[in-house]
């Protein structure tokens, strides 16, 4: 279909469409930096919020191209005003339309905090990002930074999650936009676009298991599990380089877009920390908020002990995670592909947090600690013999996944080449549920 342009007179470097991006109808809106760098005058920001409006009156994704230098320095308040209307508008799509915003070029002060409200952010390799730039940090702190080291796309990516993903270039931005959206719904009133793929629902994943390595302490890379389970082998990874010890993608499993959450025991051993437990909430926030089943992997000693974590607010932040799982409504199935110990247990979408269905590789050990740990405060006064003699009957007696079968915190334990298998015909069963909401304004987010 041919775009239908809005608001096409206005002046100003905001421009907004409707038009089809691939196979799919988005609002689109452009701000580019062609004039003043791509100020934001209040005319152009009344663009942003009517794109944003649009999108949520027409129920269709937003996508947005953003290049700025943040609000007009010659209008003065009135810039400003016209950027909180805009912001306003934004946080009303949330939810409701998927957001995309994708920065080829500077995305500065108020410009860069409207992608901490966006759903994804694709970042080209010449974009940056900042509140405060270069020179405002030399003047308050004396340090000399560039644009490139205090807000590059590399650093947005590696250090603070604010890129979902890294591109070379616009072309290939718009293409990781489209891909995201061929996961997503336009609306959160509608369910995931199906997808055709002829690899059997019932396939065999013996490859799922060889990867775990005997040594409970062994490494291995969860994508490649992932990759085993997933039709085609295929996945896309969101926010790879930021908090790496988990993984977030979105995949399909018989045809059906799902989100995989999983552990990464080759980052930190799988631990969580605070940037894994604010990247898993975030997600699965995400794929509730669009209807999209959640699939949660887990191999985890627990959380990363420390006291900067602690001091940092590891209760807050560990928090977001339980918080975003415990408010899902989506389908939602658990693996627990070895480790799963202490609160990690709990917080990795436990059967206690009302996930729907739990399954268990034979060799998965469950416990408030691992046998090394629990020797170690329960034997400290005893020989090495006698701590070698409790370890060896503590993993007998305990780490294994048939305790919590008795107890129904696991439904079953199961061979990990009937895993694919089992998630799909978890999903058919699970295709029509609906939870009723309970009356209230709005939930209070741990942040």
Known sequence: MAPVDLRAKVPGVARVAVRDVGDRRVVWLEVTADTHRGALSSEASSMIATAARTAVAERLPLVAVMASSGADLREGFSALHGWGLAAKALTDCSGIVPTIIIVDGPAVSGPALLLGIADHVIMTERAYAFVSGPNMVTEFTGVTIDNEELGGAGAHARFTGAATVVTADLESAIAAAEHLLSYVPDNCDLEPPGWASDD?????????GAVVPESSTGSYDVRNVIAALSDDGDYFELRARWA??????????????VGIVANQPVALAGTLDIPASQ?????????????????TLV????????????????????AQLVFAYGRATVPRICIILRKSYGGAYIVMDSKKMGNDLCLAWPWAELAVMGAGQA?????????P???????????ERLLN?????????VDAVIDPSDTRASINAALD??????????????????L
């Open 385 to 395: 013999e006698e701590k070698a003699a409790f370890e060896a009957d503590y993993t």
């Open 299 to 318: 191999d985890t000693p627990g959380f990363y002990p420390g006291k900067d974590l602690e001091w940092r607010g590891m209760i807050r932040h560990g």
């Open 200 to 208: 059997p629902a019932d396939r065999p994943t013996p490859e799922a």
């Open 375 to 383: 020797a170690a405060i329960l034997q400290r006064r005893a020989t």
């Open 279 to 295: 990247k898993g909430a975030r997600f699965v926030a995400f794929c509730d908020a669009f209807n999209i089943p959640i699939i």
């Open 401 to 409: 996944p048939y305790v919590a079968a008795e107890r129904g915190y």
């Open 244 to 257: 790496a010890n988990l993984v977030t993608c979105l995949a399909t499993m018989g045809g059906r877009p």
């Open 429 to 446: 069963a699970l295709i029509d549920k609906r939870e009723v909401f309970r009356g209230r304004k709005h939930d209070n987010t741990p």
